[in-house]
Structures are given as C-alpha cells and as structure tokens.
C-alpha cells in the first residue's frame, strides 16, 4: 500500500499546520495497518528545528541502533589507535592483559597484526592475565537459545578470531578452523537439512550430515575462559602462552594495534556485535583499568545524557539485550552530539549508506547516496536512524523506530522507504 504521498509532499513543501495533521494521520493508518507502534522525528540542523514528529517521546527498543551509543562512547573515549594489549616485562617473563580488541586474527576486520607479531618475536616466557575482566560472558537481556549463532559471541578480554570457529563440510570429511577444535567436533545422524549445534555448557559440537547443505560454512561461537584464550595462543604463535593470575601494576605498558575507524566502520556497517561488546568494555578499561561495560555507560550516562529530556535505558553495547530503550528525539540528538565531534566526511565513512555493502546495500538505492546511518533489528523490531541528504542539498536527521509487528520486515521497511524518499524528493 503506497500510503499518504500526497500528504508528505502537501508536508514537507509547505509544513502547514493541515498538512502536519495530515502526515499525523498517515502514520496512525499505517500503525492501524501494521498493528504495529511507530515513532518517527525528522530534524533540520540547519534550522535548528523538528521538521515532524510522531511519537518521538515514546520509548522502543534500539536493537542495533544502540551501536549509536557505542560508538559515540568510542568516539569520546577511545583514541585515534586501538589498545592491543597491556603487558609488563620482567626479567625472564613477559606478562600481558587484554584490552578487550576484538581484531586479533578476526578475518572481518582490518589486522596489522602488531600484537601477534609482538607476542611470537618475545624471547620471555609469556604469560596471560585475566584479572582485569569483570563481567559476565552474555550481556544482560540476551536470549539464551542465540547462544550457538555466530551474532552471539561471546565477551571476553581477549577474542580471538572472533570468538568463533568454522566448520567446512566436504564429502568425505569435514574441516575445522582453527584446527584447535577438530577434536571436540563429533558427527552425528544423517538429518533432513545439514547442522552443526554446539553444546550450550562446553565446545562439544555436532555435525549432522544432511540431504540438503543450507550453506557451506558454519561460523560457531566458542565457549571462552582463561584456559581456552591461552591454549588457543599457544597453538596460533606456536609458542607456549601460560595463564597466571596477576593484578595490572601501575608501570603497565600499551601496545597499539588497529587505527580505531577500521572497528568502527565494521560495528557500524556490518552491525558487528562483538566488535560492538568489546568497545563498550574497552571504554571502560581506558576510564577504570577494568572490563566492565557498565564503567563507561554509567559514565556517558552521567556526562551525556544526564541533561537528555529522556532517559536512555542502555545495558549493552550491541543491542542484543531487549533491555535496551530509548526515544527516537533521543536518537535525534545522539546523532546531533556525534555530528558536533566528528567532521562529516570522517563519520559518513563510518556508516551505513543506502546502496553500499552494509546492512544498507539493498534500500534507499539513488544515483548520490542519501541515506547514512544505522539500522537496528530484532524479531518484530526494526529501527533506522541517521542523515538523510536531500536532493536540494540539505542534511536532516532523522530517527524512524517500529515495534510489534508482524508483517514481514520487508513490507515494514518498504513503508520507510517511502516515507523517508518522499523527504528526500521534495524537502
């Protein structure tokens, strides 16, 4: 259903009071439609005004749009180079902490490999550390059942690989990567369709041949503890990496990995959670020398947002948690308070674009891209925020936010689609 265009065009040209009413109503129907709830807030920065606004003061949850929030806490806290590791020489050992840096040996982000270089040239005895790590593996507000999905991976102070391995069926045998859990997998009965199901409490995995292959690799999340994270940099350096429990002195040393921007461009366009979770605990172990999530949203919490018209209710750094709420004029100033950081030219790099490999690449498809930002979905939940540059040139920021739906996603994303062309057509 091609809903109101006369109504927007009667809006967005002319902002008369009828016309508002009117775009008002258009929204109402499509809820009716949809027996869904929609919040939808256009702002023109240049302005300094709300264009329209339909349920910007109610709450929904972000899903992946709470990545916005982590990214601005990355922004503020993070500098322009990741932290690899923290390590302390003595004089036969070298001991070292992990920073939270999702990109040691993860195939999805940029590598310049700086630290696994540093760790196999040591000629000291290495040693692990993971008293700095402070929270749980599953962020609060997970769905336990997501647990053997590769968006599901697991926390911890030092990923490696993505805090996943890869499962490659071939006909007469099935390979691993890394080699490392070859052992633990095990196959099982033949199915109707191909499987590879981790158990929940361990890294025993099954692999069940089927008649039909749905894909040709599996990516599955690993259980994570300190023993694993050393055994597994034992066999990726070939060398022996021990684990010890030692607290981080004060003469601790950083070792730099990544440019920063190579992380979030991955966060944010792919919609990457663990690169997202393990932002979030990096932030705070710059502002307390702990991996706690919680540091650095109480922090932004407390300098941020404390001024906010509404409260935002932010529990994890991906979205995964459904814990998560927050405004779309919320979303609308989050977006404002990056853009006064960050130069346009940097952040538009950053983001998602209507057209271009991301989460966007199918939608708001045009000649000039005219849609930036970042979409956010969970089941009966999806959400897309961002700058929406219109073919007369101006940049607004917008945030269009639904719930409850049982529609497909498709035809809910059709319908903002259309809405969001009709501003960039005639605003």
């Known amino acids: 259903m091609r809903i109101g265009v006369i109504a927007f065009l009667i809006f967005i040209t002319g902002c008369a009071p009828v016309a508002h009413q009117q775009l008002t109503e258009t929204f109402q129907k499509t809820e009716k439609k949809f027996q869904d709830h929609t919040g939808f807030v256009i702002y023109d920065p240049e302005k300094d005004e709300t264009v329209f606004d339909y349920n910007g003061a109610a709450y929904f949850t972000p899903a992946s749009n709470t990545k916005i929030l982590t990214l601005f806490a990355s922004l503020l806290i993070l500098g322009d180079s990741i932290p690899g590791i923290e390590y302390l020489e003595t004089e036969d050992s070298l001991i070292f902490w992990g920073t939270g840096d999702p990109s040691f040996q993860y195939k999805e982000t940029f590598s310049n490999n700086r630290v696994l270089d540093f ?43 993505g805090n996943c391995f890869f499962v490659y069926p071939f006909t007469k045998d099935v390979y691993v990567w890394p080699w490392y859990f070859k052992s633990l997998l095990s196959v099982g009965e033949n199915q109707e369709e191909t499987k590879v199901i981790r158990d929940p409490f361990s890294n025993n995995t099954m692999y069940y041949p089927g008649l039909r292959k749905r894909k040709n690799e599996w990516k599955i999340p690993f259980r994570v503890d300190q023993q694993l994270i050393t055994e597994l940099l034992s066999d990726t350096l070939q060398r022996k990496v021990q684990p010890v429990m030692r607290q981080k002195p004060s003469d601790i040393k950083t070792l730099y990995s990544v440019p920063s921007d190579s992380l979030y461009k991955t966060m944010m366009q792919e919609s990457d ?155």
């Open 119 to 161: 760790l196999q040239q040591q000629q000291k005895a290495l040693y692990f550390s993971n008293s700095n790590f402070h929270t749980a593996h599953f962020g609060s507000g997970w769905a336990w059942d997501d647990y053997n999905s590769s968006y599901s991976a697991e926390r911890s102070p030092f990923p490696i690989y």
């Open 273 to 427: 959670n663990l690169i997202a979770e393990q932002l979030l605990m990096m932030c705070s172990n710059v502002l307390s020398d702990s991996l706690q999530p919680e540091i650095a949203i109480k922090w932004m919490q407390k300098n941020r947002f404390e001024k906010w018209p509404d409260k935002v209710v932010w529990v994890d750094g991906s979205g995964l948690s459904r814990y998560n709420l927050i405004t779309p004029r919320s979303v609308v100033e989050l977006w404002k308070q990056i853009a006064a950081v960050v130069p346009r030219e940097r952040l538009f790099k950053i983001i998602a674009v209507g057209g271009k490999p991301g989460t966007l690449k199918n939608w708001y498809i045009a000649d000039q891209p005219y849609v930036f930002g970042k979409t956010g979905t969970l089941s009966n939940t999806h959400a897309l925020s961002g700058f929406l540059v219109t073919k007369s040139g101006k940049t607004l920021i917008f945030s269009f936010m639904n719930a409850n739906f049982t529609a497909s996603m498709n035809e809910i994303r059709h319908n903002m689609q259309r809405i969001l062309n009709s501003f960039y057509e005639k605003y």
